[in-house]
């Protein structure tokens, strides 16, 4: 009798299961209370990715737990942050006695540089930075007004757009519409990449766009006449929109700058409260680093994993 007790107490509380969007009201309270800026932590950078990063949460003394694979080593059991009202130390604590009883490593997988000390106090045997996995985080003043010498060609791209399109509209997705996204995003994908990540984005896209009135996003098409030629999601939390997914057709000149200075305006105007804008990062690939430092970002969001 004393000998199974002694067993149970030792065995760890942490019991993860699957996340899921049905999942969402349970975790987006701990969500809501991270300031750390990080995609990681929003519903889009969790409910997007789950498969490719296989996350899986806990929600155990008041505190989420998430669980995943590292962001540069697709092999490797992580973990993030936990979000809630737990110390850190006794969080880590059980953390490793979860990894303890399972024969992992303890890893925490793109810790940001805001909340990097907390986890330095505990002493940590290893950490270092996720150089291609830093976001890029612009003001929201820059990109929803696009003054500045800096941004004198997304102006002039915007004024093509308009010059070239004086029937153009600026909308929310909505069912009347819906179909017109479609399309445009299907003529995107016409042409995109066939790189692994980028596979497995536009497939989480389309589910995106089959289930959005689920989603806490934000969702907002660019228009000529009646055709979507680009459209924008993002995600508004604490004083940070996330910008989830933006695309535009190649072919319409400006569209992509265009969406991109309307969907801040829009957001800078219904959400007056809101800051900074994380538009993710560029996951080593060349020319996503082109085109968001071409935004001139205030500054990049660095992350780093940490081995206990």
């Known amino acids: 009798m004393n000998d199974s007790s002694e067993n149970e107490i030792r065995m760890s509380p942490l019991k993860f299961k699957s996340l899921s969007l049905e999942s969402l009201d349970e975790i987006y309270p701990y969500l809501k209370g991270f300031k750390g800026m990080s995609c990681d932590y929003t519903a889009g950078g969790l409910l997007m990715w789950i498969d490719y990063f296989k996350y899986q949460y806990c929600v155990y003394g008041d505190t989420l737990f998430i669980k995943s694979v590292a962001e540069d080593n697709l092999e490797r059991i992580a973990f993030a942050q936990p979000l809630g009202n737990m110390p850190i130390d006794k969080a880590v604590a059980l953390l490793r006695q979860y990894c303890q009883e399972e024969g992992y490593q303890l890893i925490f997988s793109a810790i940001t540089e805001f ?58 997705i909505y069912p009347n519409n819906i179909i017109a996204v479609r399309e445009c995003f299907a003529q995107v994908c016409a042409s995109a990449s066939d790189a692994l ?38 995600e508004v939390l604490n004083n940070v929109l996330h910008v989830h997914i933006e695309k535009s057709l190649r072919d319409v000149n400006g569209s992509a700058e265009m969406v991109n200075w309307q969907f801040a305006s829009y957001i800078a105007h219904k959400y007056p409260h809101v800051e900074w804008i994380n538009r993710q990062d560029d996951a080593g690939d060349d020319g996503l680093r082109r085109a968001k430092q071409s935004y001139y970002p205030a500054f990049l969001l660095r992350k780093y994993n940490v081995f206990f």
């Open 115 to 172: 909340n990097l000390e907390k986890f330095l106090d505990l002493q940590p045997r290893q950490v270092y930075p996720l150089k291609a996995w830093c976001d890029y985080v612009y003001t929201m003043e820059a990109l929803s007004t696009l003054s500045g010498k800096k941004l004198g060609k997304k102006r002039n791209h915007c004024n093509r757009f308009i010059s070239e399109n004086q029937d153009w509209s600026f909308e929310a």
């Open 197 to 234: 990540m980028a596979q497995y984005e536009r497939e989480q896209v389309w589910k995106v766009l089959d289930r959005l009135e689920y989603y806490p996003f934000e969702a907002m098409c660019l228009k000529s006449g009646d055709k979507v030629v680009a459209f924008s999601i993002g």
